[in-house]
């Protein structure tokens, strides 16, 4: 049965659950004023490709024809497989919108278990590939929740023995040390690049990009509603991607993520695991006692169930929310479970 995405409503002195930037964009109210409501916004969102591109891509990639703008990056999951139909593979856990979507659109989601360490088993995603006859794959690379990035060596391998489009959803790259996957793109025509803004301060404005050759962009655009961002994100986005401030906030994350780490490895009952993302996985089998417990602190987790029961996610804060998780999840007599 088709589940809606679990984004609790849960109010929180410290929010960490949802993988957002604790630092929000400066809005100027010139900015503001300089936008005709009464005017639908740009269809193309040319000024906002070309800010995206200058500022995120590498010169070779700076076409726009080779860019499609989503509605969040989300909405571009639901675009591909509208425009290239199902089976959709993917490993898990993974995000769960690439199952939900594939779902809603009547398509089978297909979903293989990570492998040690929870790297991809490239293997089994070829070969599931190949049985279903798929026509999509979803890999989330830094992977959304574990955390780490899978080996470029074995998406490599999933992208020349398969005959269909592989996404790598980079949405979590700017906070990692490992290559992206936009290198590539010139090599391979099944290959697409998924961004988004969300991740580095922006995910009020639902902002995400596909980078990939004009003629698959070209299919995917035709699944796209017309005004899908509208003229407040993008004018507020081009601003931003003009400055500073979205790579400082990134610096100062994956200081506090090393931080964090440390200091969660220090903690008897808890195992944690490295992350090159925005956010951290851990593990205890007192999981549920400590997200309740948290948000009696007024910290919100994330926490999972089925084959990810007993694991939590943290998203890294500012300072200050991170020390009020530690200083929380140091205690442990908030681990008893006990109503929120
Ligand atoms: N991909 C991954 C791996 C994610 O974790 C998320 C958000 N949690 C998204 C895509 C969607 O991001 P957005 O729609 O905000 O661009």
Not at 15 to 30: F, H, I, M, T, V
Not at 97 to 122: N, R, S, T, W
């Amino acid at each position: 049965m088709l589940e809606p995405y679990d984004a609790k409503g849960i109010q929180c002195r410290v929010k960490l659950d949802a993988n957002e930037s604790p630092y929000p964009e400066r809005l100027s109210a010139g900015l503001l004023k300089s936008i005709k409501t009464n005017r639908y916004p740009d269809p193309l969102a040319e000024e906002l490709r070309r800010a995206f591109a200058k500022r995120m891509l590498p010169a070779k990639l700076r076409d726009i024809s080779g860019i499609l703008h989503g509605n969040g990056s989300d909405e571009i999951i639901y675009n591909l497989i509208c425009a290239f139909g199902g089976p959709v593979v993917y490993p898990c856990p993974t995000f769960t919108m690439y199952g939900k979507i594939a779902q809603a659109l009547g398509e089978k989601a297909v979903e293989v278990p990570l492998g040690p360490d929870f790297d991809i088993d490239d293997r089994q995603i070829i070969r599931a590939f190949r049985k279903e006859k798929a026509k999509i794959a979803f890999i989330s690379r830094p992977n959304n929740p574990t955390g780490n990035s899978f080996s470029e060596e074995k998406i490599v391998n999933i992208i020349e023995n398969v005959k269909g489009i592989v996404v790598v959803d980079e949405a979590y790259q700017a906070f990692s040390g490992e290559n992206s996957f936009l290198s590539r793109l010139g090599k391979y025509e099944n290959l697409a690049v998924l961004m988004t803004l969300s991740k580095v301060g922006l995910a009020a404005l639902r902002i995400g990009f596909l980078v990939a050759n004009p003629d698959l962009i070209n299919e995917v655009n035709k699944t796209r509603l017309p005004f899908n961002v509208n003229s407040f994100s993008q004018a507020i986005a081009v601003r931003a991607l003009e400055g500073t401030g979205l790579g400082e906030g990134v610096k100062k994350i994956i200081a506090e993520r090393d931080r964090v780490f440390r200091e969660l490895g220090k903690i008897n009952g808890i195992a944690v695991f490295p992350s090159d993302a925005n956010f951290i996985l851990f593990h205890s089998p007192m999981a549920e006692g400590i997200y309740r417990g948290a948000i009696r602190e007024g910290v919100l987790l994330r926490n999972f169930c089925g084959p990810m029961n007993g694991y939590l996610r943290v998203t890294i804060g500012s300072r200050n929310e991170n020390d009020a998780f530690l200083k929380a999840i140091k205690n442990r007599k908030i681990w008893a479970e006990g109503p929120v």
